[in-house]
């Protein structure tokens, strides 16, 4: 028995291996923090372990990535490459190998999730008794709630709860991350993030890209399943859930549970609201409507943008909209968790043009830039006693410091044991509940369209309160 860890990545030869796992892992090897893990790719091809390497030489695009050549060399030198398909007896052979600790990656298409987790154990290969073994794999799990209770309930069959890891790539990037350390390690705003000041909550994340190829996918999903389901509640979950008393993942995903158990049952018909993008001009680039992409049916009726009205019943949060947005071909980039404050309670400065001016905002940005930022109002200066609007602004990196990819920060966290970036089985499916009740009532009718290049449809807009608005996607503030 040893006790170096095997990684094993199942699915190494496809498109998620070679675009995200690898490069991550190449630079954690960069980091020094790979120590003697060992890896091995497993896929259905008859390579050679040097045939795989000279796959990952030409298919790992090393542009622009300023990585020593040694280090390379020491990355490929960890990987082993196994032969062979999901089954059983496959996969059997891999345990000559196994002789210690290993963690199991599902690289691999969502639909054989459960499959695989199923013969992976069958074969022997879940024991613990030569140390840990822990299952990855990666959002989309389940595609509603039905679907997604029984995946936990396969997986759980074979596997225990603290052997899985699920990943949802937004929690494993820094700066939604950094989210929950500006709430609890700074005493100053805790205390004013509650329906006393806050009046409403918006969580943005919009794409100029569109489907890019991946309509096999989306068709038929669309940005309520693929973006609102999991990325967005996450973190509306890092925004509004308790702070804990102990950086401990069950801890932190009790209070995540929390916040999703305290979601407000919705109406479909008035707080939620769909669109699909028509051809339009897209960062001055023209594109083609949805429908035309190459592989969407023509009458395809799926949403490539949702947003939702949602209330987290709390006495923290009491009344309080949180508004979710996402969608694909939209005028910019833009991926924002922000609180509104509310007016102060006497208009002592209504003679100024304050009345015209911003509310005050504390904005978490993820993209285009990193910064976190708190929008003011401060004295014009001059003679007279007017207003204007600062920014406070704190940006997330500089220059010197050296970011981490998600999939570097997460799969630290794996070989690590922590589970705090990863979702609990009841995070997900009290997830699919919120969504679920609008998923059934999106059976019937069509999304609104919205032109490409657009800030989304029209309809986004009604769920505001009088004299509220989205922030603009394209703000000068950026
Ligand atoms: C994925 C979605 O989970 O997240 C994609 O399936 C989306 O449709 C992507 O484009 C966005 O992630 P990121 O990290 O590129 O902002």
Do not use: C
Not at 361 to 367: E, G, I, P, Q, T
Not at 417 to 438: A, K, M, N
């Amino acid at each position: 028995m040893s006790s170096q860890p095997t990684l094993v990545v199942l699915g190494a030869s496809g498109d998620l291996a070679v675009r995200l796992l690898f490069p991550a892992l190449l630079s954690l090897e960069f980091r020094e923090r790979l120590e003697d893990l060992k890896i091995i790719g497993y896929a259905r091809q008859e390579w050679s372990t040097d045939e795989f390497h000279e796959h990952l030489r030409a298919a790992i695009d090393m542009d622009g990535v300023d990585i020593d050549q040694k280090y390379f060399e020491r990355f490929i030198d960890r990987i082993e490459f196994h032969g062979g398909d999901i089954s059983v007896s496959a996969l059997k052979g891999l345990e000559p190998e196994l002789d210690g600790p290993a963690i199991f990656y599902l690289a691999l298409p969502p639909g054989v999730f459960a499959d695989a987790a199923e013969k992976i154990a069958q074969a022997g290969l879940a024991d613990q008794t030569k140390g840990y073994r822990r299952l990855v794999i990666e959002k989309p799990f389940g595609t509603d709630l039905e679907t997604a209770l029984e995946l936990n309930e396969q997986l759980h069959r074979y596997w225990r709860e603290d052997q899985i890891f699920r990943i949802d790539h937004f929690l494993g990037k820094e700066t939604v991350q950094n989210m929950l350390v500006f709430r609890f390690a700074n005493r100053f705003i805790e205390p004013v993030l509650n329906s006393g000041h806050v009046d409403e909550i918006q969580i943005t994340v919009a794409e100029t890209l569109g489907v890019e190829g991946r309509s096999h996918y989306y068709d038929g999903i669309g940005a309520l399943r693929d973006m609102v389901q999991n990325h967005l509640i996450q973190m509306m979950t890092f925004a509004t859930m308790e702070p804990p008393a102990l950086w401990e993942a069950e801890m932190i995903r009790d209070h995540k549970v929390e916040v999703l158990k305290s979601v407000h049952a919705m109406n479909p018909d008035t707080d939620a609201v769909r669109g699909q993008y028509s051809a339009g001009l897209v960062e001055g680039v023209p594109r083609v409507g949805y429908r035309q992409e190459p592989g969407v049916e023509p009458t395809s009726r799926t949403d490539t943008f949702a947003a939702v009205q949602l209330h987290v019943d709390t006495w923290r949060w009491e009344g309080i909209p949180v508004l979710l947005r996402s969608g694909k071909r939209l005028a910019a980039k833009a991926h924002e968790v922000v609180f509104r404050f509310r007016e102060p309670p006497t208009s002592l400065f209504r003679h100024t043009p304050l009345e015209h001016a911003e509310p005050n905002w504390l904005v978490f940005r993820m993209s285009p830039s990193e910064a976190t930022e708190l929008v003011v109002r401060t004295k014009q200066p001059g003679l007279e006693l007017e207003t204007r609007e600062s920014v406070l602004r704190a940006d997330y990196a500089t220059a010197d410091d050296h970011e981490a990819s998600a999939y570097e920060s997460l799969l630290l966290d794996v070989l690590e044991g922590d589970h705090t970036p990863f979702l609990r089985f009841d995070e997900v499916e009290w997830s699919w509940r919120i969504v679920d009740p609008i998923l059934k009532a999106w059976e019937h009718g069509a999304p609104e369209e919205y032109v490409g290049g657009s800030d989304g449809p029209a309809g986004q807009h009604r769920f505001l309160g009088p004299g509220h608005y989205w922030r603009p996607l394209l703000n000068p503030a950026k």
